[in-house]
């Protein structure tokens, strides 16, 4: 009699062990055996074995199993940054930070970024009860309702946190500012209310500098704080209302008049909008101007707020700090696309040629976005030593797929 050991019996049926009368066959786990013996009955049926051997592991011990598990916590490396992408990464992370207080203390930027809605409101909460020196935080839950987003973050403190990044509604964010009021960097999406006013209102915090969010919010938020980096996004259905937002825009900049950079979402029939940022943002060092989505807008015009190049050209030199400037638009900016030759004369009219712009040394284009002829090119101009004036501009990049990241 033939008696066959494996582990698997994934030999079973090969045909150079010719006759098999019996198998003896080990399991790592009794999870695995179904499927085997099934798989092995199968492959037996025209053999003559007559005995199958399975032998078993011994389960482990609830304790076995915590032992196993507060070892794995204690060998993972120490990291400052952690990014957790999925659930079961943050099962995975909460394991960690509950046997491991080096992991815990020494996370300082965590950053929670999930594309399904979160099942485990718990879990994440435990993770957050855990890391006393996060400085950055950033939650992006889609789906996640508001009573949850309460049950996550309710009486959370974190005594160094500086940064926060999230899509919580904003009457969320305003109940956990009330213990973070140090925030330098806060980023926001949609607000969660469209008729009441924003929660964010009434925030006093004394230290943010750099507010990013739907730009009705943010000009609540600017009157009561020392913002200087902005970057506004029109992101209400009322905020589309070219009246509506070209009084938000003033707003903004006459309440946050020692912006230095600015990145505003306008609408491009607005002929007023560089006109409006130059007079009220003297100090202004970077500008990105990004055209609203052509969706979002309830009505076709022909009308482009920098159809009169030299008339830009006249209003960017007013803004006299001014280092970069940044165009992003689904439109045509020349008639030809992608012509250097048309490119060059449009920036050197708004940087100046024979009156050049005292500061301004970059400019991007980003046209026809979302088009097959989607393009972005950088334009610079250097200051010659040697001649003692500025250079001409020159194109030195042109991105074929540019993405937003690479639109600074
Ligand atoms: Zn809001």
Redesign the pocket.
Known sequence: MLFLASSFGRSIAHPKLGTVFGIMMQVRSHMQITGHIANLTQRLQNTFTQTLYVLFPMPNTRSQTLAETIKRARQQPFRAVIFLRSEHKITAFLETVLHNRAVANGTQSLHVILHRQLQQVTQLRECLKRLHFLEDLELILPHLSPPRWVRLLHDLRFPRLDLLRTNA??SV?ATFLELHNDLVYLS?K????TRRP????QMQLGNLRDAS??L??IV??AQHSPVSRVSAQLSFVMDHDPVVTSTLTLTLLMVADNITVLELEFDPTDVNVLECIASNTPALRSLKLVKIKSTMMSRVSHRRAWKSAEEWGKTLRRLTFLQNFALCTSIAVTPIPGDIDREYRLVSQWGGCKTPHPTLRHVILWYLYGTLQDHMTYWNRRWSDREHCWSRWEQTNRFDSPDSSLFV
């Open positions: 509604p904003h964010v926001i949609a607000c969660g209310r924003c929660p964010l209102g969010g739907p009705g919010c609540t938020l």
